[in-house]
Antibody, heavy 122, light 107 residues
């Protein structure tokens, strides 16, 4: 059974960079045709796709965050990571990592991590 | 970008009621629509993909329909465990977009 687990600091200061890692177990990222991505959910609000990556390193980001987001993959550790720079209080959210589909399904989320709350505050 | 308009934003219903949630896309997305259920403090759980295909293990009281720009999720007979927030997702094209969510509460 595929499992995903987010890890990283729960508190980030304004203007700094938010960094999270997702560890995948139950299947390899390397050579997998699936996309791997991040979704966030501000407290009491809806879901927002942040971006996705393929094992090859090919990435896709949501337009509104594109200038501040970097997603990378480490196949040796079966992990992928999110970096979001110049954070503000508006970036406070639960961050989920997820597996997405392949081909025409590359924007469909099937497996999700449990989520991790990141608060931006001084 | 394709915008997804989900309605209502919340509803109150009783156990046994039939409940319908609607999602409208700002342009046609074929059948590239999924539905998710999210309970408080938990990750979303997939219910339906391709507009009407039930995910394995999901009860048959969950029914998806529609194509193009208008989609519905119907819960034919609401059960206590169904009280949650439901989201649609268009995954037909970049960028994927979720609806605003519908919170189903106990009447």
């Amino acid at each position: 059974q595929l499992q995903l687990q987010e890890s990283g600091p729960g508190l980030v200061k304004p203007s700094e960079t938010l960094s999270l890692t997702c560890t995948v177990s139950g299947g390899p990222i390397s050579s997998s045709p699936y996309y791997w991505g991040w979704v966030r959910q501000p407290p009491g609000k809806g879901l927002e796709w942040i971006g996705s990556i393929l094992y090859s390193g090919a990435t896709s980001y949501t337009p509104s965050l594109k200038s501040r987001v970097t997603i990378s993959v480490d196949t040796s550790k079966n992990q992928f990571s999110l970096k979001l720079s110049s954070v503000t209080a508006a970036d406070t959210a639960v961050y989920y990592c997820a597996r997405l589909g392949t081909g025409a399904w590359q924007y469909y989320f099937d497996y999700w991590g449990q989520g991790t709350l990141v608060t931006v505050s001084s | 970008d394709i915008q997804m308009t989900q309605s209502p934003s919340s509803l109150s219903a009783s156990v046994g009621d039939r409940v319908t949630i609607t999602c409208r896309a700002s342009q046609g997305i074929g059948d590239g629509l999924g539905w998710y259920q999210q309970k408080s403090g938990k990750a979303p759980k997939r219910l339906i993909h391709a507009a009407f295909v039930l995910q394995s293990g999901v009860p048959s009281r969950f029914i998806g329909s529609g194509s193009g720009t208008e989609f519905t999720l119907t819960i034919s007979s609401l059960q206590p465990e169904d009280f949650a927030t439901y989201y649609c997702l268009q995954y037909n094209s970049y960028p994927p977009m979720f609806g605003q969510g519908t919170k189903v509460e106990i009447k």
